[in-house]
DNA sequence: CCCTTACCGATAAAAGTTCTCAATAGCATG
DNA sequence: CATGCTATTGAGAACTTTTATCGGTAAGGG
């Protein structure tokens, strides 16, 4: 299992640690594209001794391998997504949580390259509003 | 001359200040979406005496009271956005500079609304790339 | 001109993230 | 399986960005 997370860091001549592994576990685990400390929090009960240093280090790293992304959605917060498919964001504005817009058009960023010339890596889309469950506690707005 | 941000800081009951006016200027006049520091940077040749406290402070206040907007585009940076149309954003992922880009759609807005049943209050587009000045020093990628 | 109080500057504190370093443990090699 | 190299770890300091505290100041209404 996670044969393709191993290879990709075997090849960038990463080594395969148990702290690397639940890092990557934590955020996966979690759908909900946590921060630093959320997996932090996720992965201490199955690794007590692990450090925060080590979770930001991991995170870092696993993200240069391309093998998480960061997403920014709140003020000061760098957030973890392990899905790798082109997708959209939705960002509660209340209880803050963000998840997954299952669509994606790259005609978007063709018909925006065209028309400005510039070059175009990729583009986020994020809608923000109030989830189902906070729009019962709060009806208001 | 901004009869409209005046009018509306009296109306909100709060006080028109050198300071608060000196911080609306700076990240009016940077066009590029500044942080905190680039304003403070920005108004300490005009205003030494101010403090960094103070520039955190009205740009908070001008956000509540809807004369400011914020964007998060880079890791743990806050940047301000004086241009309140709706529109999009250009992020150079090499010298982090953001540009307005001016189009805007609400049909995405709708469309996503329907097919989920989500309560939609607003969407943030951005586009990430190499700005024209980036692109010719580092032609690679 | 005076009074109330929102605001200011300075600084400490909080929150989020990265750096430093000695000790440890992956893993390639034999 | 034992050995050696070095990437990685945990702990804590340091750094960056933002917010809170507080005594003094000044905006603006009367
Ligand atoms: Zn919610
Ligand atoms: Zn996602
Ligand atoms: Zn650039
Ligand atoms: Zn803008």
Avoid: W
């Avoid at 996720?42 to 991991?58: D, E, G, H, M, Q």
């Avoid at 939705?90 to 997954?100: A, G, K, L, M, P």
């Avoid at 790259?106 to 028309?115: N, Y």
Wanted: hydrophobic content about 35%.
């Amino acid at each position: 299992m996670q044969a393709v997370l191993v290879d990709q860091l075997r090849k960038a001549n990463r080594r395969i640690t148990v702290q690397r592994m639940q890092v990557f576990e934590g955020v996966k685990g979690l759908d909900s594209h946590p921060s630093a400390l959320e997996v932090f929090e996720a992965v201490k009960p199955r690794l007590p001794s692990i450090s925060l240093a080590t979770v930001y280090r991991n995170l870092h790293i696993l993200r240069l391998e391309g093998l998480l992304r960061e997403i920014h959605c709140d003020r000061g917060i760098t957030r973890f997504d392990s899905n790798l498919s082109e997708h959209y964001h939705f960002h509660c504005t209340s209880c803050q949580r963000v998840s997954d817009v299952p669509s994606y058009s790259r005609e978007i960023e063709r018909s925006f390259s065209e028309k400005t010339g510039l070059h175009i890596s990729g583009h986020h889309l994020t809608f923000q509003g109030l989830c189902n469950d906070c729009l019962k506690v709060e009806p208001s707005r």
